[in-house]
């Protein structure tokens, strides 16, 4: 009797947690579609469910992106491009158990005005809706990570990562495998060899040598030392063709450069003028000859049939994140390294970090220098520029202060 008595409890002990998985499986919410919608401060996206769902949403960096964590979810296969102006792509990945997550790539920094359920109604089922807002890098800089996560349970929390990398070999922004993440992750950096094309940029006064081979010729040797040493390297052209600036800075941004580097070789009336120069962006030039050069380096645009003065949304908003400060003091700081590594290679110009108002600069978010490598009117930095050892020095000092700029602790941990 008591043996029958234990059996029976055993039987109903096991049917009760058989009972509980399935429960268990059959709560799980499903995620049925996921829209994406334009609106004029942002973006509204909707997934669609059959019942409520525990949510956490939140932004990470490198790349701008929202993440949103769903507790006990399936996901049905969602569309992963949209044509939205403010994600650029979205992908699903699981988590620990059950849960769920989706990231969103930003196209442009935003932040999460609001997350929110709806239940039914008008024939609509079950919504969670989350609405973007278009910020400056700083508001987005401000919200990144878990504390500023908008939720609808406090206790839904996902386990913290395990493996370095994470999901997507990405983590959470609090964790400290993501500081690691961040050191290990491979930099990407886009180089502008100038001019091209119909637009020759300056022209060697002995050699006939024309700037925009010599820019080419060194965009393609410090591509290589770049990527040996493990960086992702993009040129904006690796042919003879023409390139608007204003394109060149969107190739930039489509690659989602953490540091853009321009290309250039001058010529002077006097022609003793020798040595190498960097420049950053500002709207006071530094000096006559830097607003002179910044006029000639923009005239490639005045040849390609292009008027800068038109304000185009786009300009418009370059012109607004101009107004940050962060990315003038990122170009500032890698434009010190530079010409610190330079000076020990080559000869230098006084002054050599200065100040015009380039227009292939003006990426609104990119880490921005653009470097003079020396005067194509001087017969000695002419036959210089045009042999492959001396641009290779030119290129490995430029590597350096790359690996110094990356490795800084204010750059490292961003
Ligand atoms: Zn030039």
């Not at 709560?27 to 994406?36: D, G, P, Q, S, W």
């Not at 107004?323 to 000869?347: F, G, I, W």
Request: charged residues 25%; glycine residues 6%.
């Amino acid at each position: 009797m008591k043996l029958l008595k234990k059996l029976l409890c055993a039987v109903i002990c096991i049917m009760t947690v058989l009972c509980c998985l399935s429960a268990n499986a059959d709560a799980a919410v499903l995620i049925k579609n996921m829209r994406l919608g334009n609106q004029t401060d942002g973006a509204r996206i909707v997934l669609d469910m059959d019942k409520s769902v525990n949510y956490r949403v939140f932004l990470l960096n490198d790349p701008k992106r929202v993440v949103v964590d769903l507790a006990d979810a399936e996901i049905k296969a969602l569309q992963t491009k949209f044509s939205n102006q403010v994600v650029s792509q979205t992908r699903v990945g699981r988590m620990s158990g059950n849960d769920k997550r989706i990231v969103m790539e930003l196209s442009r920094p935003a932040t999460i005005k609001k997350a929110f359920i709806i239940a039914p109604q008008s024939g609509q089922g079950w919504r969670l809706v989350i609405d973007l807002v278009m910020a400056t890098n700083q508001q987005f800089a401000g919200k990144i990570g878990n504390r500023y996560a908008m939720t609808n349970d406090t206790k839904f929390a996902p386990k913290e990562e395990k493996s370095s990398g994470g999901w997507f070999g990405f983590s959470s922004s609090d964790s400290k495998a993501d500081a690691n993440a961040k050191i290990n992750r491979k930099r990407i950096v886009v180089l502008d060899p100038g001019h091209g094309g119909k637009d020759p940029g300056a022209i060697g006064a002995y050699g006939k040598t024309y700037e925009k081979n010599i820019t080419l010729a060194m965009g393609r040797e410090l591509k290589q030392i770049l990527q040996k040493k493990g960086y992702i390297v993009y040129l904006t052209r690796d042919r003879d063709i023409f390139i608007p600036l204003r394109q060149r800075i969107k190739i930039a941004q489509k690659y989602r450069a953490d540091l853009f580097m321009s290309l250039h070789a001058d010529s002077a009336q006097n022609r003793s003028a020798t040595g190498l120069s960097v420049y950053t962006l500002s709207d006071t030039a530094s000096d006559k000859e830097a607003a002179a050069l910044a006029e000639r380096e923009n005239k490639a645009d005045i040849i390609g049939g292009i008027d800068l003065g038109g304000n185009t949304k786009e300009v418009n908003d370059i012109l607004i994140s101009l107004s940050q400060t962060d990315t003038r003091n990122k170009s500032s700081k890698y434009a010190t390294y530079l010409v610190q590594e330079m000076a020990k290679s080559v000869k230098v110009l006084k002054n050599t970090h200065r100040f015009a108002g380039f227009a292939v600069l003006k990426a609104p978010d990119v880490p921005a220098v653009l470097l003079e490598m020396g005067y194509l009117s001087n017969r000695t930095e002419e036959a210089n520029l045009k042999t492959q050892s001396y641009r290779k020095k030119l290129g490995e000092a430029a590597a350096r202060a790359i690996d110094r700029y990356f490795k800084d602790p204010e750059i490292a941990s961003n």
